[in-house]
């Protein structure tokens, strides 16, 4: 048995060095670009730069409104997060304890729901938004997020009450708590893993985001940072120094909290399952 494990070692190094050249290689070449000119990223864009310029991070930062933009982001972000955590903590909740009528189709629901381009619904989506006051407003764009990145949370939380037995709620009922108490006190402490995960996930996705931020605001101070990366189109072409400096800037704060909260991330991930 020792034998075979070690020599499966030298594949799965391999493996991973291969995954990490996956993940490293192009913010190398990102960063390589950030400190160019166009000109010699039109020339030679694999090559090092000439000169490193990395004043191109301080012109991408006040000509883009960095500051700005990622202070939207952050606020778009966290409220995203947020609200998808208690809309899909309590939508799993109400999937895996209370007696709803086949619950089934909920679940069906939810996976159609997830699967659907939110492209179809741009149109119709729009109208609506203008007419009761939520375009070019953060608080409108918020709520399409929650929309759109609830129901796979609340499928991933679903898995993880699926996992909670129900002996501790019985006790609590017993001892007088009613639901909100049940789920607060009891199932809450239990499941936080996986609501952390999908609170991440959907603050991720909605940090990111690109189409419906550019779609749905169109105020200036209102921008998240992946819109502001349009204030270096010139002519036909954007300079991709500064986008690719600007983009840098954008990503520093998403590495830092992967770094932060990497364990809790792939912990809620591999702890769920996603079984059914």
């Given amino acids: 048995m020792a034998r075979r494990g070690t020599a499966k070692h030298p594949f799965a190094y391999l493996i991973l060095i291969i995954l990490a050249a996956y993940a490293v290689v192009p913010m190398v070449i990102f960063l390589l ?4 000119t166009p000109g010699e990223i ?3 864009p694999l090559s090092l730069p000439g000169t490193f310029r990395w004043e191109n991070f ?3 930062w006040s000509d883009a409104d960095m500051g700005r933009g990622l202070g939207n982001s952050a606020l778009i972000a966290l409220s995203t997060g947020a609200g998808v955590a208690v809309i899909a903590g309590c ?5 895996t304890r209370l007696a709803l009528p086949k619950p089934g189709l909920f679940i069906m629901y939810l996976l159609v729901a997830s699967s659907l381009p939110i492209q179809l619904f741009l149109v119709p989506l729009l109208s609506l938004w203008t007419k009761i006051g939520l375009y070019d407003n953060r608080f409108g764009l918020i ?3 929650w929309a759109i990145y609830s129901p796979f949370a609340t499928l991933l939380i679903r898995t993880f009450l699926l996992a909670v037995p129900k002996d501790y709620e019985a006790a609590a009922r017993l001892d007088g708590a009613g639901e909100i108490t049940v789920f607060t006190r009891i199932v809450f402490p239990l499941i936080w893993p996986g609501v952390l995960t999908a609170a991440l996930v959907a603050g991720l996705q909605a940090y990111n985001e690109f189409l419906l931020a550019v779609t749905f605001i169109q105020d200036s101070t209102k921008l998240p940072a992946s819109v502001a990366l349009y204030s270096f189109q010139q ?18 704060p998403v590495l830092v909290l992967f770094v932060v909260l990497n364990r809790r991330f792939v912990e809620g991930y591999t702890s769920s399952g996603m079984t059914g």
Avoid: D, E, R
Wanted: aromatic letters at 8%.
């Fill in 33 to 36: 670009a950030s400190l160019k």
């Fill in 42 to 44: 039109s020339q030679s």
């Fill in 58 to 60: 301080a012109t991408a």
């Fill in 91 to 95: 939508a799993a909740y109400a999937l």
């Fill in 143 to 145: 709520v399409i997020y």
């Fill in 235 to 252: 002519g036909l072409s954007p300079n991709w120094a500064l986008v690719s400096a600007a983009g840098l800037i954008m990503v520093l």
